[in-house]
């Protein structure tokens, strides 16, 4: 089974500032999905964003793009401009592209605070 | 526009007894799935159904039992709860298509707590 890395339990950011999450990933599939969720104090899912294997340039969606490398199997996420609404765990997910489950498997995350 | 719902939100409970966690999705989505969330694991995968009348273990299935009658609804049952089933628990749905960008679309959870 694939595997997902947070190695980063908490970070913390001043606001306005940038901030990079990491993770990474083991898997032996040539194509695959990648997501960045966002849980707020609400325990609401919320995509952040997401990224195909197969595609080499980075996803990016307004503040938040990624850094995918796929030789190393890793695939951070950098906040810019940090905003106190950012405040949340993140969750880092692998989503295989075979087989009859259509299965996410997930980081442990990381809890983000953002510092007035 | 419901989407996704979860049923009930909050519930308390008594080691022993069953538990039943509804889950209902308006989009015919093939795919639901549950999770539980835990601290220090993150999400884990209990079971997931393809379609309605197929369903599949995930990651940690002891003590569930699920079914999928129709394919908008995914009950999550626990027959018998223990103080270690005391979890938030997560269902989603998804339509798989080769290459689709469809993602997994979450309920608000479930918390609960076995004494």
């Known amino acids: 089974a694939q595997t997902v890395t947070q190695s980063q339990p908490e970070m913390s950011v001043q606001e306005a500032e940038t901030v990079t999450l990491s993770c990474t990933y083991d898997t032996s599939e040539s194509d695959y999905y990648l997501f960045w969720y966002k849980q707020p104090p609400s325990r609401q899912m919320i995509l952040v964003i997401r990224?195909?294997?197969?595609k080499q340039q980075n996803a990016t969606e307004n503040r938040f793009s990624v850094n995918f490398q796929k030789a190393a199997k890793s695939f951070s996420l950098k906040i810019s401009d940090s905003q106190l609404g950012d405040a949340a765990m993140y969750f880092c997910?692998?989503?295989?592209?075979w087989g009859t489950g259509n299965q996410f498997y997930f980081g442990t995350g990381t809890s983000l605070t953002v510092i007035p | 526009d419901a989407g996704i719902t979860q049923s009930p939100r909050y519930k308390i409970t008594e080691t022993g007894r069953q538990v039943t966690l509804m889950c209902h999705q308006t989009w015919s989505h093939s795919y639901m799935f549950w999770y539980r969330q835990d601290l220090g694991h993150g999400l884990r995968l209990i079971y997931y159904s393809a379609a309605a009348d197929i369903t599949d273990k995930g990651e940690v299935p002891d003590g569930y039992v699920v079914s999928r009658s129709k394919t908008e609804n995914f009950p999550l049952t626990l027959e018998s709860a223990t103080r270690s089933q005391t979890s938030v628990y997560f269902c989603?749905?998804?339509?798989?298509?080769?290459?689709?960008?469809?993602?997994?679309?979450f309920g608000p959870g479930t918390r609960l707590l076995v004494l």
């Open positions: 989603a749905s998804s339509e798989k298509k080769f290459r689709d960008r469809e993602t997994q679309y």
């Open positions: 990224q195909e294997a197969y």
């Open positions: 997910a692998y989503r295989s592209l």
